[in-house]
DNA sequence: CCTAAATATTTACGCGCGCAAATTTTTAAT
DNA sequence: ATTAAAAATTTGCGCGCGTAAATATTTAGG
């Protein structure tokens, strides 16, 4: 049953018998207050309608609880599920995030972190576009507020990174593709907008290496995010003529992968491991949807959850204690083979 | 070059020569003020290093330029392209998009409603679960602040409604499949969470009716919103028990569509509409890997953009005229069919 | 029961800006 | 040039809460 609805913070300390100032340590932490007035704050919570005001709260305050995640485009099911383990993460201890997405645009990042900082956000949690995002901006955003960068790094920006071992991941990839049939293929953008594709095809070259074959690359043309129709269009091309020099693909994403796929599918190629096949085809960070591609897709698993988790802890600890960490962390989780049908 | 940071309005409006309520009204609104003294002031922009800080500009305020975007899962394509553009509409017009998931539960959109509150929204853009919703918080949003609602519509709540016209949508779709093979039979979830599907399933009957022939709905087991998971599982099972009446399956959305199309890859039926295909499938909202799939899959395309901007349109002309519009509107567009290969 | 520590209250100020009313200045129209 | 309208300025209050210091009260430990 809700009573006449409460106006401000004055009102509802005077209804629960309370003190504002104490009121107001709850509301900023609950645990600060002694147990009994917390209960009584709380039934009374319970029986008014009240929440303070956000904007009085954010105004005079030296912190907010607000966490700021840019992601650089929620379209990609990558970033929309890591994005939403991170926002989990975060209003399981208590925060605000506040995501936000950079439509595919660097510069539309730069202009996140812009109005990012006008929240005063307590901390932020950034997957950067990489060589591409601007680089001022990023540490503007990083002199003025604890910085933690996710999935792809920059230098030495910000004070923790938390990513996939892509050398890991990608070796373990080549060494059971190179031990279950003929050495992968490398498939890649000529212009990939993440930093992560460079690791990737470096780690490519090594592990080839390493395993005494010859490596072999081959670049798609196009620009922007439309990752499974390039992946389908250049993909597709080089696939009809023929132009793979072994019959397996390593694709630098599962999304390229995708679109290869399609184009195997749309010119009567098997795609398998299994006899009578014409081409494998993998991928790499096992894509909400490669589990359901024809044939499901032979990729590497991200550790979604543990990446979203440690990246928020990095930054936990830097609120908790007050202060930057006092050496900047980069921590990497293992890739997972995930054998599927496709190679 | 940058000087000095300016500290606030007051400093601001000091250096540039203008008194502080111009300035003020010049953020609020810079047509507002006189062409030469907003030349004035962007000059000023130019040089010093000022913006406004958020929570004292909204504190005190009648209405904010804050618009609620509310969504139930960012983690389906279908959303995250919608709310994309949805996002992109409010900034072109100069308002603060606020983006909320509700990551599949109406129980957190109940909780995104009750936050949104705080931040004083001018209005609110909300696709909301449908049934599921929590009618009493929506409602109560809706008494508060400019509501209108997109993609699912609920009763007469709120002051508009923008959607696809999902009667004329699959009625196009069952023409063009009974014109072109043997008639669909119709493959929904049990308890879809979704308003849509039971305006689907209805369209179905009634189209079918119309052409005289006779339905026949499959409804698949199955909670969540692991929609491509139980189209596999459940569709694979009807197909491997030889379940459907006729060659061919309308699906009530691509994400089951594409599920269904993974589980007949699976038993080895070839979908398409060729010689020699097993099979037909088709779905519904052109997904944006339903290019990809293997066949590409016929289906509905919704126009994604059309409805985006009238959904802001709607919201965008109560915020200018101040008050809620005289008659609730439902605005429903119409869908396109996208032939591929699937159907 | 006494004492010290922990917690709550009282009091008071200020954050940065919205907003309104009265006044002055600028602009546009006659 | 005169006048009315439009825009800018001055002045000043208040929003709702954070926060700090001094004081009072409660709690825990012996």
Known sequence: M???KIR????????????????????????SVRAST???????LKKYDYQPNVFAMNQNRRTTKNIGIVVPNLADPFFSEIARRVELACIDAGY?????????????????????RSLKPAGVLLAPFGRMSDEDAVKDISHDFPLVLFDANIGDVGQAFVG?????????????LCRSGEPPCFFEMKSPSNPNANKRRQAYLDSMQRHGREPSIFQADGEGWHFEEIGKTEGGRLLSSKAFSTNTVLCSNDRLAIGMLSAAYGLGLRVGHTEGCDIRVAGH?????????????????????????RAFNDLFE???QGERLSERTETTFEGRLVMRDSA
Do not use: W
């Not at 589990?291 to 979203?308: G, R, V």
């Open 318 to 320: 830097m609120l908790e």
């Open 2 to 4: 809700r009573y006449s």
């Open 38 to 44: 917390r209960a009584r704050i709380e039934a009374s």
């Open 8 to 31: 401000n913070m004055e009102e509802f300390a005077a209804v629960s018998g309370i003190s504002r100032p104490t009121v107001s340590k709850y509301f900023n932490d609950p645990g």
């Open 285 to 309: 960070d096992d894509h909400p949807f490669s589990k359901f591609t024809c044939p499901p897709l032979t990729t590497i698993a991200q550790d979604y959850e543990a990446i979203a988790n």
């Open 96 to 116: 605000s995030p506040i995501l936000a997405s950079s439509h595919g645009s660097p510069e539309m990042e730069r202009e996140n972190l812009l109005s990012l």
């Open 164 to 176: 996939t071992d892509n050398a890991q991941s990608v070796d373990m990839m080549v060494e059971y």
